[in-house]
Structure formats: C-alpha cells, structure tokens
C-alpha cells in the first residue's frame, strides 16, 4: 500500500505528465505552422512520450492499491517569439520536472517505501536525457541566431537525428 504522503506527491506527479503533455502538443502545433517540419515531428513524438509517462504513474498506483485523480488541464496555447524562446521555455519545464522527480525519490526513502524507490529510477534515467537534449537542441539553436537558413538546416537535421533516435528504439 502506498502511504497517503506518496500518493499525494504520486499524483501531483502524473497530472504534471500529462501538463507536459499537452504543453509540447501546443508548442509542436505552434512550430508546425512556422513550417519546421523536424522540430515538429519530435514535439509531437514527445507529446505521446510525456502521456506515456503519466499512464506508467496511473498504472503503478493502481497496482499499489491507491486511487488515481486526474485533474482538469488547463490548454496550454502559448505563442512564442522565436525558437531559442520556445526551447528556453522547454529546457526550464524540464529541469522543474527533474526537480520534482528529485523530490519524490526524497519522499520515497523517507517515507521507506522502496518499492516507488525502485520504480522512480526510470524517471531518473529519463529526465537526464531530457535535460540534455533540450539543452543541446537550445545551444544549437543559440549558436545559429537569427540565421534562416541555419534554421532550415537545423530543421534537417532534427530530423534526421528523431528518425534514427526513434528507430533505435533506445527510449
Ligand atoms: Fe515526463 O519528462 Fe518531460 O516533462
């Protein structure tokens, strides 16, 4: 059974998932009417990645007998100057993600519940690789400027680089 005070954070965790969700859904319907094909195609990815996360929370407390809530979201509908302020906006959700994961793996071994210890390290794993590669794509975008063509190039190879990312199966 999962203590009240990990249920709690639990929770607050998947609706954050599924706030994820929906916020990369804004920004690669935004990038897609900018006309950048690759940078789109990876939010839209990631969009189903962030659900993914949100239904592994939603079927690990089940199966540790809590009681899951889903809370109403909020559209995100955001509008961006640019790309460097879109994928700044990316790179700050992401390390508040990680910090909250932080959080909940503290929780977790104060509250000795090993079993969600065990079950957080793949949060873990994951938010590194999510901080890095909105890193890396915001110090691209960075060293490019307001260079159009660089941008169309960059777009290229976001592309590519998704395509063998998603056929390695390495997630
Ligand atoms: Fe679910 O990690 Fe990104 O937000």
Avoid: P
């Avoid at 990990?6 to 920004?27: A, D, G, P």
């Avoid at 990631?46 to 007998?65: A, D, P, V, W």
């Avoid at 992401?94 to 509250?111: D, G, R």
Wanted: hydrophobic residues 35%.
């Amino acid at each position: 059974m999962l203590s009240e005070k990990i249920q709690t954070e639990l929770v607050k965790q998947l609706n954050r998932e599924s706030e994820s969700s929906q916020l990369y859904l804004s920004m690669a319907s935004w990038v897609e009417k900018k006309g950048y094909e690759g940078i789109c195609e990876f939010l839209y990815d990631h969009s189903n990645e962030e659900r993914i996360h949100m239904l592994k929370l939603i079927r690990y407390i089940n199966k540790r007998g809590g009681n899951v809530i889903l809370n109403k979201i909020s559209i995100h509908n955001i509008t961006y100057i640019s790309l460097k302020e879109l994928f700044k906006n990316l790179f700050e959700h992401e390390k508040e993600i990680s910090k909250e994961i932080n959080f909940l793996v503290e929780i977790s071994l104060q509250e000795k519940d090993y079993f969600t210890y065990n079950f957080l390290q793949w949060y873990i794993k994951e938010q590194i690789e999510e901080e890095a590669l909105s890193k890396m794509i915001l110090d691209k975008i960075d060293l490019i400027g307001e260079d159009k063509g660089g941008l169309y190039l960059f777009d290229k190879d976001i592309k590519t680089f998704h395509k063998k990312n998603k056929n390695c199966n390495c997630g």
